[in-house]
DNA sequence: GAGCAATAATTGATGACGTCAATAGTTGTT
DNA sequence: AACAACTATTGACGTCATCAATTATTGCTC
């Protein structure tokens, strides 16, 4: 019989929901949730977004980038300014605000990764990453 | 400003769902979740286990462990047993049908893995799932 | 050995979350 | 001008995690 780690797939599932609640665990002090950072690193690279980019590239409803907005812009992080092109859509850009939240918390997200991958040295985490890269560039992005 | 995956445990928790969800998605036609596919697998490799002990390695809340049990149950792939040193405890083990069920699922879930891990080949398969297994083995189980 | 803290499984309550259907407003097409 | 497609939003529903409380049993301690 196959051991319960033997399958890749599977090991990567346990992995991301042990990542996921280091991550939570530090975002708890802030308010947000996984989510809500979620949205504002992709905020954060992409320099305004619609929130139907948000729910595709992301991978949440859209019903729940509704929520997740509405929690950031209430907390000061984000806006919704109107699409100029086209009034159905709202623009979601980052603030100033936003920006220095991540700033401030990019160090604390470092150290939960480092508590994770502390049994790798240097080399191996870079192979790590360039390895999930390269799965997560095909679908997800 | 660093990327959306710039940070492997951020990449992890992505990748994670993901392929939690392929799983779940193979899983549904059997009428079980991951979390029993979880609980069958962890059994499979101990030949047996206390609640308490299914709780604390895969992680889940003792109280979830019932209903999960319960429902394995009820399908005919685990039952409960006395312990025979401590009549507070049951002791899970896998039946027949159990194992049964894990065979014939097998192949279906290395497909699962195969599409996943479609962007790579075997060396580079095996230098991640042996990366994997590293961090795993520190902590989790 | 009597009393008391600790433990295993269980139940129940609460809140968060994902999913889905429905709606309002807007755009594009024909 | 009419109709299909799309964006954001709301609301409903079921699922799930989390936590406190309960029951039965064990182990510790005086």
């Known amino acids: 019989m196959r051991g319960l780690h033997a399958d890749t797939g599977y090991l990567l599932y346990r992995l991301g929901l042990r990542s996921g609640q280091l991550f ?4 708890l002090e802030s308010g947000l949730r ?3 950072y979620a949205v504002l690193r992709f ?3 992409s320099e305004g977004a619609l929130q139907r980019e948000l729910s595709a590239r992301l991978g949440y ?3 729940a980038i509704v929520g997740l907005v509405d929690d950031l812009e209430k907390l000061g992080f ?3 300014r109107p699409a100029p092109d086209d009034r159905r859509s709202r623009i979601v850009v980052l603030t100033e605000g936003g920006r220095a939240f991540l700033r401030d918390t990019d160090e604390a997200g470092l150290r939960v990764t480092n508590e994770l991958l502390d049994p790798l040295d240097a080399a191996e985490r870079e192979t790590l990453h360039a ?3 390269r799965i997560a560039e095909d679908g997800l992005s």
């Open 61 to 63: 409803d859209p019903s």
């Open 24 to 27: 939570n665990s530090f975002l």
């Open 78 to 80: 984000a806006e919704r």
């Open 43 to 45: 905020l954060a690279t």
């Open 131 to 133: 390895l999930l890269l």
């Open 34 to 36: 996984l989510r809500h």
